[in-house]
């Protein structure tokens, strides 16, 4: 009995101490961080924006583009003059596409002391930290995130993309009236994002019913499988005309050559993520005639879209995509509020990025009351191995 | 349609066995599971790529991709293997060093190589011959005949040369062997230098087979491909191939069934059925020491 007591004792003893010593951590960790913001609000240096996205891993592209969107935008102002004489600072942080990551970043950046977070990429990871930003008052525009749900999670969750039920009626339209296309086959990825689309299709297919499209096949991959095979054999066998791509390029892609080699007339239909020079080196040949809706489109004539294109292309050696002007443009709306509000009052902040009405590469952007925003589509196609608008016909 | 998916199901089998051959190989003379040996896969793979984006000539860079990958298995095994196996370490040190191992070798190729996934050439012309109605197109069939002639040439290897008697006799005992005077560190580096070439070979075909390669595609197909290698029989050369192609139609009957997003599941669930019933595999020997 005196051995186990000691032993209890003991435990209990270390326990406190560590809990103690934990507690200590974490009032030195509050006080040295609140010592730099208080430095920050008295001289006003910096404004710091953080960019939350994958910048290894399979979407990498988006998160690089995201970035050197973001820092475009933050050189522009500082060239002049900053935000009311305060430059910007752009602080980057990957989190590889996944929650977990996610909502370590999303940690990460309340605890840096930075309000404004242009990120993240995906819906369902976009979703994962977006309660963090609530919690702590930090205002999050992603300009990617496409999931139906996203931006109520919160009054500081703004969606600087298309919801993802407009964007697939445009698809669709492409597939029956663009394409001439009834029998409609769907591949779609098994994410948050992937199964939400897929259903919204569903219903806009069925909904369509009395003009003779039919859905033949659905077939759910895991995201980043590289081969599609058996899927592809399914949807063949149902007599599919075309198939909806709900993934991004690295399933449309492999999806294009793989179903070209059994059946080289089959039409593909992807969605706006899928615009993107990758799509092209990867899939080759094979993506002749994919076509997409988009609400950016790099080869426009439009003055501030042109600049903005040509300087891109300058700094980063590719031209932007469509979800990097997005990322553009929610930069620059933080910037703008900044300008109007100071950098001092979040919630302040919060209010300005909902009110204002900002003219940029993509349209004019003004967050509805849901924090959404309503966008014009372009169809483009792929033609001779470019990205060209569709002809009406 | 069923036939058309054993179809699709024997190719990627063919991947699998490929793959699974090293496994067999490494773990027949060694009695060690080289879990680095996917990411070996994915490293012959990307230099070959490498090789290729520096204007070599496809054939030359497959040829060059498949020496490096070679010393690459034999850096693992003097680097890493071959200091425990003095120290008399513990068999599960050393697979535990594999799975560190390729951990590092896929972050060194991300780091150098960025982890996007980029286009391989087509190994093979475009098209395809209809037997019975069936498509197969010219990559399926010299997937086919690649990977046989890799089998043979690695069972002629083995059964008919001298280093091949010098392999088999470590494989039975590896104390009477050296007593024997085999030079059986030499043994086990040729080894590992014949598990690199072959992952190579398999790196290079499955990539032109999907048109594109990227440093973490050794992750999943490096656990089916062992998967594979211990249905057939952990340390049996035919066995790998058998288990690959069992394990490649399983998956494409599954995603017939079920749906495509239970293919991964089917080769664990397979790999947890032959350890249960019969660890030994179709072709393994009786005793297994299990870990």
Known sequence: MKKYQKFALSLIAILLVIAMAGCQAKTTENESDSAPSNEEETTQETFRIAVAAPITGDNSEYGIGFNNAVKQMADEWNANGGINGMMIEVVTYDDKNSPEEAVAVANKIVNDGITAVIGHFSSGVSMAAAPIYVENQVVEISPSASHPDYSSIGEYIFRNNTVISHEAKAALDIAVNDLGKKNIGIVSIKTDWGVSTAEIVTGLIEDMADQGVVLTAHEEVIEGSDDYRPAITKLDEAGTEVVISVGMYNLLAPLAIQYKEINPDIELVGFSNSYSQELLSLGGEAVEGVAFPVIFFSESDQENIKTFVDSYNELYGSKPSALTAQAYDSAGIIFTAVEQVGADDPAALRDAVAELTYAGVTGTTKFDENRDVQKDFTKVIVKDGEFVLMNEN | ?291
Do not use: C, W
């Open chain 2, 1 to 291: 349609m069923i036939v058309q998916q054993i179809f699709n199901g024997l190719t990627l089998g063919m991947s699998y066995a490929l793959i699974a051959v090293g496994y067999s190989m490494v773990f027949g003379i060694l009695r060690l599971v080289n879990f680095s040996h996917g990411a070996i896969y994915a490293f012959g793979a990307n230099i070959v790529l490498l090789l290729v984006s520096l204007e070599l000539g496809i054939l030359p860079a497959i040829l060059l991709g498949i020496l490096f990958t070679g010393i690459l298995g034999i850096v693992i095994d003097k680097l890493a293997l071959e200091p425990l196996r003095k120290q008399n370490a513990a068999s599960i040190t050393s697979l535990i060093t594999t799975i560190g191992i390729s951990n590092i070798i896929t972050n060194l190729l991300i780091a150098f190589l960025g982890s996007q996934k980029k286009s391989f050439p087509t190994l093979f012309p475009d098209g395809s011959i209809t037997i019975l109605n069936f498509q197969i197109t010219y990559t399926q069939l010299g997937m086919f005949v690649v990977s046989l002639l890799l089998l043979v040439a690695l069972m002629l290897i083995v059964n008919k040369t001298t280093l091949g008697l010098a392999m088999r006799a470590s494989e039975t005992n590896i104390k009477a062997a050296k007593l024997m005077g085999v030079n059986v560190n030499f043994v086990i580096s040729f080894t590992f230098f014949l598990g690199g070439v072959s992952a190579a070979i398999a790196g290079a075909l499955i990539s032109s087979y999907y048109s594109m390669a990227y440093p973490n595609m050794g992750y999943m197909s490096g656990l089916k491909a062992f998967s594979a290698a211990v249905l057939g029989g952990i340390g049996s050369l035919p066995g790998a191939i058998i288990g690959g192609l069992t394990v490649g139609i399983s998956e494409s009957l599954a995603a017939t069934f079920f749906g495509s997003e239970f293919r991964d599941s089917v080769a664990f669930v397979i790999l947890i059925i032959v350890l249960l019933i019969r660890p030994r595999g179709f072709f393994g020997k009786k005793e297994i020491k299990k870990l």
